[in-house]
């Protein structure tokens, strides 16, 4: 019985433990385009510490050495006010008219600044934070747009173009809605490129929540549709249409049941702000005068927004720019010469960013570094000459 036991169950074999294969160190695999990013946030990086440098110099002179004091200059202060105490319960009033508010400024920006104080940030580290980190993501965005509308060299070239430019000074020196709302704007143009509509619509809408400049991402928005229209197609953009304005058109609507008033917006800002649209007439009253302080700013400086709009207008037809982008750059500059307070002014400028990827487009070769060096050259200046000579340069 035993050995037809040892016959059926076979011969018995020793346990041995198999080897285990030798394993080689594998290095981990980033994605191709990990080392362009990383330069150009490295370049954004030497951008921040050079204005972080100005902001030195301008509170040593005009701010008893408080690094804070230029960062919350001009309009500044509002957007940290709001995201400590909200909006006025009552609209602030003098004389029987409006008077300067906080409800003209919009509600993204101080809502990012107040999510990171309940985590424990000062306002200024949170309004600082939110800046850095927006402001890295905008060049990324920046790059990648002018990438999907040309190609890696331009996008490359125009995210430094638009991290050196003058306005960036303001838009990122100071604490205001630029540093959110453009990168908003660069991610609603790219979503739309890639015709993510419904994505587009939504980060549209976080765009004109942030600041009334991105509105003009509707015209951006409505040149695909009137070609699928033409094409007697249904337009999927038109979800981008509908959504896009919804972000600004929702806060002014809640305005006017706040403060009872169905205008309200536009009244705080003719009012207290006396803004209101005279088709041009201000700037083109402003330019002969070469040295006089206007409402857009000085005459000086407006010709110089003169002589770069008339460049970024080149540049766009020369690079035969999508649609999209022409009509929201055309849109962005239009808005600018009606309205009397607002002018061509380097802040305001910003918004027509997509203007520097058909600079880069159409310098591709040669002659984009010197505009470069000589925007880089402005930036520290446009920040100290803001933030300590005041109203003999007007509002930035």
Same mark, same amino acid.
């Given at each position: 019985?035993?050995?037809?036991?040892?016959?059926?169950? @076979?011969?018995?074999?020793?346990?041995?433990?198999? =080897?285990?294969?030798?394993?080689?160190? #594998?290095?981990?695999?980033?994605?191709?385009?990990?080392?362009?990013?990383?330069?150009?946030?490295?370049f954004y990086a030497i951008v921040r510490g050079a204005l972080l440098l100005a902001d030195s110099l301008s509170a040593r002179l005009q701010y008893s050495g408080e690094l804070s004091g230029p960062l919350l200059s001009w309009d500044a202060h509002h957007y940290l006010q709001v995201a400590a105490n909200?909006? =006025?319960?009552?609209?602030?009033?003098?004389?029987? +008219?409006?008077?300067?508010?906080?409800? !003209?400024?919009?509600?993204?920006?101080?809502?990012?600044?107040?999510?990171? #104080?309940?985590? @424990?940030?000062?306002?200024?580290? %949170?309004?600082?934070?939110?800046?850095?980190?927006?402001?890295?993501?905008?060049?990324?965005?920046?790059?990648?747009?002018? /990438?999907?509308?040309?190609?890696?060299?331009?996008?490359?070239?125009? %995210?430094?173009?638009?991290?050196?430019?003058?306005?960036? /000074?303001?838009?990122?020196?100071?604490?205001?809605? #630029?540093?959110?709302?453009?990168?908003?704007? %660069? @991610?609603?143009?790219?979503?739309?490129?890639?015709?993510?509509?419904?994505?587009?619509?939504?980060?549209?809408?976080?765009?004109?929540?942030? !600041?009334? /400049? /991105?509105?003009?991402?509707?015209?951006?928005?409505?040149?695909?549709?009137?070609?699928?229209?033409?094409? +007697?197609?249904?337009?999927?953009?038109l979800s981008t249409v509908v959504l896009v304005p919804t972000g600004f058109l929702a806060y002014v609507v809640w305005l006017a049941i706040k403060y009872h008033d169905t205008l309200y917006w536009w009244h705080l800002n003719h009012q207290a702000w006396d803004t209101s649209v005279d088709f041009g007439?201000? &700037?083109?009253?402003?330019?002969? +005068?070469?040295?006089?302080?206007?409402?857009?700013?000085?005459?000086?400086? #407006?010709?110089?927004?003169?002589?770069?709009?008339?460049?970024?207008?080149?540049?766009?037809?020369?690079?035969?720019?999508?649609?999209?982008? !022409?009509?929201?750059?055309? @849109?962005?500059?239009? &808005?600018?010469?009606?309205?009397?307070?607002?002018?061509?002014?380097?802040?305001?400028?910003?918004?027509?960013?997509?203007?520097?990827?058909?600079?880069?487009?159409?310098?591709?070769?040669?002659?984009?570094?010197?505009?470069?060096?000589?925007?880089?050259?402005?930036? =520290?200046?446009?920040?100290?000459?803001?933030?300590? &000579?005041? !109203?003999?340069?007007?509002?930035?």
């Open positions: 019985m035993a050995d037809l036991f040892d016959q059926l169950a @076979g011969p018995v074999q020793p346990r041995t433990k198999a =080897p285990r294969p030798a394993r080689s160190f #594998e290095p981990p695999v980033f994605p191709s385009w990990t080392g362009p990013a990383l330069r150009i946030l490295g909200g909006y =006025p319960a009552v609209a602030p009033r003098a004389g029987g +008219h409006l008077t300067y508010s906080n409800a !003209n400024f919009l509600p993204v920006f101080p809502f990012l600044i107040r999510v990171l #104080e309940w985590m @424990g940030l000062s306002s200024v580290g %949170a309004g600082t934070f939110v800046s850095l980190v927006s402001g890295a993501v905008a060049v990324v965005l920046v790059w990648r747009l002018g /990438a999907a509308l040309f190609d890696e060299q331009v996008g490359r070239n125009a %995210a430094i173009l638009f991290a050196v430019f003058p306005g960036m /000074a303001i838009a990122w020196g100071l604490f205001y809605s #630029e540093c959110v709302g453009l990168t908003l704007v %660069a @991610g609603c143009l790219l979503l739309m490129v890639r015709e993510r509509w419904v994505w587009a619509g939504v980060v549209g809408a976080l765009a004109t929540a942030t !600041n009334p /400049a /991105a509105l003009p991402l509707e015209l951006a928005a409505l040149v695909p549709t009137i070609q699928a229209l033409r094409r +007697h197609k249904l337009p999927p953009s007439r201000s &700037l083109l009253a402003l330019l002969p +005068h070469f040295w006089r302080l206007g409402l857009p700013g000085p005459g000086w400086l #407006e010709w110089m927004g003169v002589f770069a709009v008339a460049g970024a207008v080149v540049a766009l037809v020369r690079a035969k720019a999508p649609g999209l982008i !022409n009509a929201y750059c055309i @849109g962005v500059l239009v &808005l600018l010469f009606v309205s009397d307070t607002s002018g061509f002014r380097p802040r305001l400028l910003t918004w027509a960013f997509p203007a520097l990827i058909a600079v880069a487009a159409v310098t591709r070769r040669r002659g984009w570094q010197p505009i470069a060096i000589a925007f880089a050259c402005l930036l =520290p200046i446009t920040f100290v000459v803001y933030t300590t &000579l005041g !109203n003999t340069m007007g509002a930035p």
